[in-house]
């Protein structure tokens, strides 16, 4: 005769109690529970088993032949598999960031609780201040006072409050003054679960975000670093360096120089910067207005970049575009398709795969050359810049201002030539293209250059209203 | 009739491997040993149980009765 076991039976009994309980008494019975003591069930099991094999031999009853079947090993494991998983949601699934579904945040799992944050410390002699905050937004102003204040929020997106408080103390915000140097950061040296595992550290199972105002003395340096959350940085007179795996950055009214290292970004944004200015990374927008020293832009960019009111030289790199020019008393804005500019002092480089170029007003030397796309170029005053503009597919119209000094050559290898200039400038057609040459007196050299497409030279009237350039030269 | 002692430890071996494993799994919770580096106990402890099944069981020439018919093979497959 067959000897059913009662493992089955109670293990049913079991689940169905455990979900009555977290039915009728959520509170009893938390995820935390399960995900923690889920192998007991296993062990269990395994007694319920060792006892009842001892009583049938003790009572000389017939042994089965196995002690658990092929099926009761398929379902251990497929408990130990739901088992890992919960543990594994409840270790990792608050860490997740919220799912964002029509513009509405969705937060899956755990709660959120919120801690305010304050501190304030004497900083007389400080120069130079580093912040490290982990994840959180931060903003920090300069002020006329010597000390260091803060205040924010710190929330905590956890299972429970005792975890949250547990780990809202292990993660005070801490101002250290130390000389010349302090330190603003949130605190995570001490191992947050005392009875967590030692070897690889395992971090709480909690999404912890401190959202932080800093006032500082004006005069300061600042290095701050984080992984996540935007940093808001007004009225520095020092240096400012930043580093970040994702962050929005915005300065406004700094004194030194600016350094941004960022893996990834939505904006990068800085205002009134009297130092220069070093942004490298990915990121989507760059915006950069009234900066006085060299601008160095280099990764990769996928959005609008915006530059105006450049006082120094502008080297910008991202993937296989390149632009260099020396000052840019108006404007520029570059994006995947378009480059548009005016009130640029050359000498000016560009170099790209694709993208319409439109620039005017712009002087000393143009060195442009894309693969595609079409070029409308109008240097607008006399002395003309040295031109030399190359695309390989696209069309190009060049708008020279009457009574200019220049020599120009103008090759379509495949294309038309529109002469609206007039003489001296004269067409001559070629096999499948057409070609202008001319000069009008001794000048620069203006070179034009489309591999496919045509090409259209046209005479802008004199006495057109002042230039953007001069006006942004009255406002500098 | 299979009431040898080997029998009865054959019988035993699954259970105590699970309740083995629900150590190790608990340990991997709640202290610093991970499942990811004692699963090794786990082929120790079957090794173990299968030596101990071969030093209980009786000579086969000297002990076998004629219900062997009823007894399975001494040394059959496991779990």
New interface residues.
């Given amino acids: 005769m067959r000897r059913t076991s009662l493992a089955g039976p109670v293990l049913l009994i079991l689940i169905g109690v455990l979900f009555l309980v977290r039915n009728l008494k959520p509170e009893l019975v938390s995820w935390e529970l399960v995900a ?12 319920l ?2 006892i009842e ?1 001892l009583y049938w ?1 003790l009572t ?1 009853r ?7 079947s ?1 099926g ?2 398929v379902l ?1 494991m497929f408990i ?1 598999l739901l ?1 890992a998983g919960i ?1 594994a949601a409840y270790r990792y699934a608050p860490r997740l960031p919220p799912l964002v579904i029509h513009g509405k945040t969705v937060e899956l799992f755990g709660e959120a609780y919120d801690y305010p944050v304050s501190a304030k410390q004497a900083a007389p002699g400080v120069r130079r201040i580093k912040i490290e905050v982990p994840r959180g937004n931060t903003r920090v102003m300069g002020s006329q006072g010597s000390e260091i204040e803060l205040s924010g929020r710190k929330t905590i997106r956890t299972f429970s409050r005792t975890l949250a408080d547990r780990l809202d103390r292990a993660t005070a915000v801490e101002i250290q003054v130390n000389g010349a140097e302090a330190i603003v950061r949130v605190r995570s040296d001490e191992p947050p679960l005392s ?1 967590e ?3 690889p550290v395992t971090p709480p199972p909690a999404r912890i975000s401190t959202d932080l105002e800093l006032t500082v003395p004006r005069q300061v340096s600042l290095h701050v670093s984080g992984r996540h959350g935007d940093f808001d940085i007004l009225h520095v007179d020092g240096d400012v360096e930043i580093m970040s795996d994702r962050a929005g950055v915005r300065l406004q009214e700094i004194g030194g120089k600016v350094r941004v290292e960022l893996r990834r970004s939505d904006i990068v944004r800085a205002v009134q910067v009297r130092g220069s200015v070093t942004i490298s990374g990915r990121a989507s927008d760059v915006e950069l207005e009234e900066v006085s020293g060299p601008v160095e832009v280099s990764g990769y960019y996928s959005g609008d970049l915006r530059f105006r009111k450049l006082a120094g030289p502008l080297v910008f790199q991202s993937g296989n575009t390149e632009l260099r020019l020396a000052r840019l008393p108006g404007q520029l804005h570059l994006d995947l398709g378009d480059l548009n500019g005016s009130g640029i002092e050359g000498p000016i480089r560009f170099r790209a795969r694709s993208r319409d170029v439109k620039l005017e007003d712009f002087s000393e030397e143009l060195d442009l050359s894309v693969e595609r796309g079409d070029l409308e170029l109008s240097p607008g005053r006399a002395p003309l810049p040295r031109i030399t503009a190359v695309t390989e597919t696209g069309d190009v119209e060049l708008v020279i201002p009457e009574g200019a000094r220049f020599a120009l050559e103008a090759v379509a290898e495949r294309g038309e030539v529109t002469n609206d200039f007039g003489p001296p400038l004269a067409v001559s057609t070629e096999r499948r293209g057409a070609s202008l040459k001319g000069a009008t007196g001794p000048g620069p050299a203006i070179s034009v250059r489309t591999h496919r497409g045509s090409i259209w030279v046209r005479k802008e009237p004199a006495g057109r209203p002042t230039r953007p350039v001069e006006q942004a030269r009255r406002l500098l | 009739m299979n009431r040898t002692p080997s029998s009865l430890l054959r019988v035993l071996r699954g259970p105590i491997l699970l309740i083995a494993l629900g150590v190790l799994l608990t340990a991997d919770q709640f202290t610093p040993y991970g499942f990811g580096r004692t699963w090794p106990v786990l082929l120790i402890l079957y090794g173990l149980l299968r030596l101990l099944e071969h030093v209980v069981e009786p000579k086969p020439t000297a002990s076998y009765p004629p219900s062997r018919t009823v007894s399975p093979p001494p040394s059959g497959g496991g779990q």
Avoid: F, H, M, T
């Fill in positions: 923690r003591y889920w192998p007991v069930v296993l062990i269990g099991w395994g007694l088993r060792v094999i031999w000389s017939p042994l089965p032949p196995k002690g658990l092929g009761e090993w251990a130990c088992g543990s009875e595992r030692s070897g």
